[in-house]
T-cell receptor, first 113, second 117 residues
Framework: DGGITQSPKYLFRKEGQNVTLSCEQN?????MYWYRQDPGQGLRLIYY???????QKGDIAEGYSVSREKKESFPLTVTSAQKNPTAFYLC????????????FGNGTRLTVT | EDKVVQSPLSLVVHEGDTVTLNCSYE??????LLWYKQEKKAPTFLFML????IEKKSGRLSSILDKKELFSILNITATQTGDSAIYLC?????????????????FGKGTHLIIQP
């Protein structure tokens, strides 16, 4: 079955450590996205990529980094520079064309203490 | 700045009731409006609305867009406990950069719907 896989589901880290969240899709989608979800807030865009080896900052990119070396993979690194990293992170993909709806992974809940 | 406002933020009803969720928006250049249902994990796509006044329907769920008044509603009739979820509204706008870039997508904060047996 085609879909988006995020791993792990839950991640715990100590403050000051970098952590990488995995996102893989087998939908052959061109575009991939990372969103952050905090309680009482809508989804906020961190980074997106429309094509391999290219990515753009979203609204809240500070403290995060990404890579897009393969079409199916778009890992997100939460660096120690991110001031409030504890959140629910959602990866999504789409055809990247006009009005293509997003398909989401199941999310990773990151807790930093 | 593009803005999407959903109301109410939370709603508790009894099974069998009908609910109406609201989504209003202020964006510079509207392309479409999307509704998602989010249970414990991934939001799942419900509807995409591009034209005013045309109702989209799927089972007990329906949605309509009013581009003049800049809002959309999501109706759920004969609610069931399985309808309990956060319902997200998002508005799609053209890329910020001319010549390329991803569509803009602005999400509302969501409506947390709880259906009591």
């Amino acid at each position: 079955d085609g879909g988006i896989t995020q791993s792990p589901k839950y991640l715990f880290r100590k403050e000051g450590q970098n952590v990488t969240l995995s996102c893989e899709q087998n939908l052959n989608h061109d575009a991939m996205y990372w969103y952050r979800q905090d309680p009482g807030q809508g989804l906020r865009l961190i980074y997106y990529s429309q094509i391999v080896n290219d990515f753009q900052k979203g609204d809240i990119a500070e403290g995060y980094s990404v890579s897009r070396e393969k079409k199916e993979s778009f890992p997100l690194t939460v660096t120690s520079a991110q001031k409030n990293p504890t959140a629910f992170y959602l990866c999504a993909s789409s055809w990247g064309r006009v009005n293509s709806p997003l398909h989401f992974g199941n999310g990773t809940r990151l807790t930093v203490t | 700045e593009d803005k999407v406002v959903q109301s109410p933020l939370s709603l508790v009803v009894h099974e069998g009731d009908t609910v109406t969720l609201n989504c209003s928006y202020e964006v510079t250049n509207f392309r479409s409006l999307l509704w998602y249902k989010q249970e414990k994990k991934a939001p799942t796509f419900l509807f995409m609305l591009t034209s005013s006044g045309i109702e989209k329907k799927s089972g007990r769920l329906s949605s309509i867009l009013d581009k003049k008044e800049l809002f959309s509603i999501l109706n759920i009739t004969a609610t069931q406990t399985g309808d309990s979820a956060i319902y997200l509204c998002a508005v799609v706008t053209p890329p910020a950069l001319s010549g390329g870039g991803a569509d803009g997508l602005t999400f509302g904060k969501g409506t947390h719907l709880i259906i009591q047996p």
